[in-house]
């Protein structure tokens, strides 16, 4: 919106109009709550199309006329009641916020604005927000905390220029915000959080299900080995084993030294019991398991919904300074000094090593984003390499266990289509976004379907053939 169009230096009430498709601020000069404000509103019931945003305040006014008197809050008071009717019905049907009033700078005011005070102004606040609290009204405080800061008047009572704009762009965010959608989905300021779409709803609903089986299972098990714990422990009958008999008579007593009835003074084995064989786990129990699984991995979609769709966790601005990026990454690149670990391989760029600069590189960006460094543009650039480069790292790790396994069979691709896109197919469907909002996941899952079909197709080509090739190769020679 052009700074020219922003007619609004008074602020007691703003009107919203359009006209041919422009957007204007007129101002209506209605200092006090009487009948004349009675009569414009429902002078504006009578308009086809209300203002997109009403704002009506009053106050300050009021309060010189009358010498600050009780009496005249009183009336106010008397006079916003009756008034609130025909404003509820306006706000029914477009934007009407109440303007609370500024304070004001005492030292600054001229000998007839003297009896305005701040214990008065703020007298006539609270008198507002208490008849205005049932209605469709919406009371508006932030524009009183703006104008609070040191130095925002000249004349003890209206605020400056830069104020005023503040002001307007507080509720131009207000309004446009909750109708703009961007693409990334973040939350701005004054926009509502987004409603939950069929999709979302029965993917979490799913997931509810999954945690309330997966839970019974596990306290079934839980309560059933606390019972074979408390359970008292009984010796187990020792498995006796003892010659074949010699006498058609039946033995009635085995003594450690043989059948005492048929004169057998033989030693015989005395084992303990067999321990108890593990059960097979059962059909059920493995579908316990995958529902307990699918439960706690809800719990976590429903933590990353509530962190960045739902609003309920306020965010933060992030403002870049060198020091806040360079600071996590020098931390980080000491503390990597204190550990090390042993590897076998030695060929250049084995697994050990491109797991290292994966993980570097994964801190790296991780530094970046959090410190909110794309603002510099030379960390921009860096970073940006660092994001090919583990591109590559990704596609080389897939062609090198290609070449050396030689593994190109279909469970294999599934695996690792699995693995690269579950958790962002679970964030489309809980986060309500498109596949290529994750962009690098469909990036990698490209590349690693052009090199899976590059190694697949006749003729297949990997380690383990080029070692047969040189042998048939060396035996025509011969």
């Keep these: 919106m052009p700074e020219n169009t922003l007619v609004y230096e008074a602020y007691k009430l703003g009107i919203k109009m359009h006209d041919s498709g422009t957007k204007n601020w007129d101002f209506i000069w209605l200092p006090e709550v009487n009948k004349s404000a009675n009569a414009y509103y429902e002078q504006l019931l009578k308009i086809q199309r209300l203002p997109d945003i009403l704002i009506h305040g009053s106050a300050s006014w009021a309060i010189k006329q009358n010498s600050g008197s009780p009496e005249a809050l009183e009336q106010f008071k008397v006079n916003l009641s009756s008034l609130l009717p025909i404003m509820d019905k306006v706000a029914e049907k477009t934007n009407l916020f109440w303007m609370t009033q500024q304070p004001v700078e005492s030292l600054k005011l001229n000998e007839a604005r003297q009896v305005i005070t701040n214990e008065q102004i703020e007298e006539y606040n609270m008198a507002v927000q208490e008849i205005l609290a049932p209605s469709n009204v919406k009371v508006w405080k932030s524009a009183a905390k703006v104008s609070a800061i040191n130095d925002s008047t000249e004349d003890g009572l209206h605020v400056k220029p830069d104020l005023v704009h503040t002001d307007v762009q507080l509720i131009i965010n207000w309004y446009c915000n909750k109708q703009f959608r961007p693409f990334d989905g973040e939350l701005y300021c004054c926009q509502p959080s987004e409603e939950m779409t069929p999709i979302q709803q029965l993917v979490f609903l799913l997931f509810l299900l999954s945690f309330i089986y997966g839970l019974n299972a596990k306290v079934k098990q839980w309560w059933r080995n606390f019972r074979e714990y408390m359970r008292p422990v009984t010796p187990s009958s020792p498995v006796i084993k003892t010659p074949a008999a010699t006498s058609s008579t039946t033995a009635v007593h085995n003594g450690p030294l043989g059948d005492v009835e048929n004169g057998s003074t033989q030693p015989v084995k005395v084992e303990p019991a067999p321990p108890p064989q593990p059960s097979t786990p059962s059909r059920g129990e493995d579908y316990s398991e995958i529902a307990w699984a699918l439960g706690k991995f809800g719990l976590i979609m429903l933590y990353f919904y509530i962190c960045d769709r739902s609003g309920f966790i306020p965010r933060e601005q992030k403002h870049f300074t060198r020091f806040r990026f360079y600071l996590p990454l020098c931390y980080v690149t000491l503390l990597g000094f204190f550990f090390n670990a042993k590897t076998s391989q030695t060929v250049i760029l084995n697994r050990d090593q491109t797991d290292e600069w994966k993980g570097w590189m994964q801190l790296v960006i991780l530094i970046y984003h959090m410190s909110g460094a794309s603002a510099e543009l030379p960390i921009y650039m860096h970073i940006r390499i660092l994001v090919a480069m583990y591109l590559f790292q990704t596609g ?64 297949q080509v990997s380690a383990k053939s080029v070692t047969v090739l040189n042998a048939v190769f060396r035996f025509v020679e011969k």
């Design 396 to 459: 080389y790790g897939h062609f090198s266990f290609f070449w050396s396994k030689g593994d190109y069979g279909f469970v294999r691709f599934i695996q690792v289509q699995f693995r690269l896109n579950w958790l962002v197919f679970m964030l489309c469907l809980v986060m309500n976004r498109p596949y290529q909002f994750y962009y690098f996941v469909p990036l990698v899952t490209f590349w690693f379907i052009l090199v899976y079909v590059t190694m697949a197709i006749w003729p």
